[in-house]
């Protein structure tokens, strides 16, 4: 099971939305919606964000949210916020547990 | 709340075995759907998972990693080691232990990790 592909890094103003890509195979991210993301501040372990592709636990803001298409799943986040500068992190939890390369978020 | 924690030696030297151990409170390794994994960070890199052990002694391996890694439970103790073999400097990183867990009707992931421990390899 081959990692799964981010961008490097992706920035936005305060209030705008971004959106990070998680490209996957039809193995992982093409079949089952068990695609999860995590944010990580710097010095800090990941915290959950998404799972199943597209919930929410309970207490994580309804700015994040996640989609999937094809082999690529996605994470938007709108109404950017200084505080959601961080690294963001896809895994894909079908048999076993991959991770994506993470995205760096910078709000400028 | 649920917690983990990871526990162990902050600084190994080249070819020595690495002995981790993760102690979790408020739920049980013996619940159906429960699980808890490895996972690690080098410095300034990603993150890497390395092993996961569930409630009916399913384990799973990294592909990469499978040959070095061996993962236990102690439910009794709730707590879950990882055996690390042969350790090099690139294995040097903040190592992460997370429940990952599944319901009825969900599959939630990684849902809650400890704060990480960070072990060097060095001579």
């Known amino acids: 099971q081959s990692a799964l592909t981010q961008p490097a890094s992706v920035s936005g103003s305060p209030g705008q939305s971004i959106t990070i890509s998680c490209t996957g195979t039809?193995?992982?991210?093409?079949?089952?919606?068990?695609v999860s993301w995590y944010q990580q501040h710097p010095g800090k372990a990941p915290k959950l964000i998404i799972y199943?592709?597209?919930r929410r636990p309970a207490g994580v803001s309804d700015r994040f949210s996640g989609s999937k298409s094809g082999n690529t799943a996605s994470l938007t986040i709108s109404g950017l916020q200084t505080e959601d500068e961080a690294d963001y992190y896809c895994?894909?939890?079908?048999?076993?547990?991959?991770f994506g390369g993470g995205t760096k978020l910078t709000v400028l | 709340q649920i917690t983990l924690k990871e526990s162990g030696p902050t600084l190994v030297k080249p070819t020595q075995t690495l002995t981790l151990t993760c102690s979790f409170s408020?739920?049980?390794?013996?619940?159906?759907?429960?699980?808890v994994g490895w996972i690690r960070q080098p410095p300034g890199k990603a993150l890497e998972w390395l092993a996961l052990?569930?409630?009916?002694?399913?384990?799973r391996y990294s592909p990469s990693l499978r040959s070095r890694l061996t993962i236990t439970k102690d439910t009794s103790k709730n707590q879950v080691v990882l055996r690390m073999t042969n350790m090099d400097p690139v294995d040097t990183a903040t190592f992460y232990c997370?429940?990952?867990?599944?319901?009825?009707?969900?599959?939630?992931?990684?849902?809650?990790w400890g704060q990480g421990t960070t072990v060097t390899v060095s001579s």
């Open positions: 997370a429940r990952i867990y599944s319901s009825s009707s969900s599959q939630y992931g990684l849902d809650f």
């Open positions: 408020h739920f049980s390794l013996t619940t159906n759907g429960m699980g």
């Open positions: 052990i569930y409630w009916d002694e399913d384990k």
């Open positions: 039809s193995s992982d991210v093409g079949t089952y919606n068990l």
């Open positions: 199943e592709g597209s």
């Open positions: 895994c894909s939890y079908v048999h076993n547990v991959v």
